[in-house]
């Protein structure tokens, strides 16, 4: 079991490469590493439900997603366990994606323990990452695509303050031969930054 | 559009398993409480199931708000 409470949380000082560590409220994110993932995260990857609007494949093996964990950087590809601060559990991961040239990031996140949907995991942690991506790591624009059909997702995306930049029409197939819409959903560090700001303020009155 | 906006209540009542008198006309994802991302689920599988359809990606994404929800019933039900 690894000790999420004594570690601390990431800085100002981050540099890129450093593993990265973030604590919500009842969450705790960072670096991902192929030891820190139990045997029983192979369930998620089995279960048709968490990989239904997923791009990885159903059915990978472990040890195939462990090598994946070994291809991110912490510079311009980040993979970031999510773990129940309380229990220690990991539950899921997210993905960013970094274009350093056009200073833009691509973010997605798997809950792979379901009895977590609809406990709000993802918009408690996004938050804390979103912060992170735009105010420690300077990157200018989030985005992400979403299967329209992946409603969840999308209701979080919007809550979060993510505008619509477009839908890509029939874009994927899915299990049963039919076609999936694509939605594409964008954020600005100055948008964010206005967001958060509205936030403290309604917390203070 | 006022009998449009009383059906959205009232689906939407449904979703977040809330009373629709507790809904108000400009309430949205914001200031119920009680609308989140499964709720918002409910919703587009509520109104897909009532009126046989299939609710397209971009009011998947705008289906937020009281208002919304009831303009949208009123271009399916006309």
Redo the contacts between chains.
């Keep these: 079991m690894h000790n999420l409470s004594k570690k601390k949380e990431s800085s100002n000082k981050w540099k890129l490469g450093q593993p990265i560590y973030l604590k919500a409220e009842n969450y705790t994110l960072r670096s991902l590493e192929p030891g820190m993932v139990p045997d029983s995260a192979q369930s998620w990857f089995e279960n048709e439900e968490v990989m239904k609007y997923i791009s990885i494949t159903l059915n990978v093996r472990l040890d195939v997603f462990k090598r994946y964990i070994r291809t991110f950087d912490n510079r311009d590809s980040w993979i970031l366990g999510i773990w129940d601060t309380e229990n220690r559990r990991l539950i899921g991961f997210y993905r960013v994606f970094i274009t350093r040239y056009n200073n833009r990031a691509v973010t997605s996140v798997l809950i792979g323990e379901t009895e977590y949907?609809?406990r709000?995991v993802?918009?408690e942690t996004r938050i804390k990452l979103l912060d992170f991506i735009f105010f420690q790591a300077g990157i200018h624009k989030v985005t992400a695509k979403v299967m329209?059909?992946n409603?969840?997702?999308?209701?979080?995306y919007?809550?979060l303050g993510f505008s619509?930049e477009g839908?890509r029409?029939q874009h994927i197939v899915d299990d049963k031969g039919g076609w999936m819409?694509?939605?594409l959903f964008g954020l600005l560090q100055d948008d964010w930054k206005k967001l958060r700001q509205q936030n403290q303020e309604k917390e203070v009155d | 559009m006022e009998n449009s906006l009383e059906l959205a209540k009232d689906i939407l009542a449904r979703a977040l398993d809330i009373e629709s008198e507790g809904i108000a006309a400009d309430d949205d994802m914001n200031s119920l409480e009680k609308w989140d991302s499964l709720a918002h689920m409910r919703l587009i599988l509520s109104l897909e199931e009532a009126y046989n359809i299939e609710v397209d990606a971009d009011h998947i994404v705008d289906l937020v708000s009281v208002q919304a929800i009831g303009q949208y019933l009123g271009e399916i039900t006309n």
């Excluded at chain 1, 409603?151 to 979080?156: I, M, P, Q």
Aim: net charge positive.
């Design positions: 949907w609809g709000g993802v918009i329209a059909r409603f969840s997702a999308v209701f979080n919007k809550k619509k839908v029409h819409d694509v939605v």
